[in-house]
């Protein structure tokens, strides 16, 4: 259904709030002015956000920024990006992350962001990781966008 990308953004950082205060960490919304609406299911791509930016407080030190931002449209599709100031993820591993069982977090389960892959798949989308080793990670989701209603 047509889905707000920026309410659902936004309910997700809510969600969080508390874990960020808790970890001295700093939540930024980068939304744009107008709507982004996208056609998903909004709770599926609810979890999908989700996941995105509990991963980047869980590897985060206290101090840290994690911004969260929709992409323009562009062509067919729209997007968000969760993007964080931590460790990074080194080259090796941006190739296996969404590979089911791996897992570069301590007790982490290696199940998150294969899920996050596999939703995203299912909505036609895509997801991507760009980082640099000491350098933030940046995690960007396209999704179809909605038809203009106009």
Request: aromatic share 6%.
């Amino acid at each position: 259904e047509p889905t707000s990308l920026e309410a659902l953004l936004g309910r997700a950082l809510e969600f969080v709030e508390a874990q960020a205060r808790e970890k001295s960490i700093t939540l930024v919304r980068g939304f744009s002015d107008g709507a982004t609406m996208a056609r998903c299911d909004p709770e599926q791509i609810y979890q999908v956000a989700l996941n995105l930016i509990v991963n980047a407080l869980q590897i985060l030190p206290p101090g840290g920024h994690v911004t969260v931002r929709t992409v323009p449209r562009r062509g067919a599709r729209v997007g968000f990006a969760v993007i964080d100031d931590g460790p990074g993820i080194p080259r090796d591993a941006q190739e296996r992350i969404f590979t089911p069982f791996y897992s570069l977090r301590a007790g982490g389960t290696g199940l998150g962001l294969a899920l996050v892959e596999r939703v995203v798949h299912e909505h036609q989308g895509t997801v991507s990781v760009e980082s640099a080793p000491g350098h933030g990670a940046t995690f960007r989701v396209e999704l179809p966008a909605a038809e203009d209603t106009a």
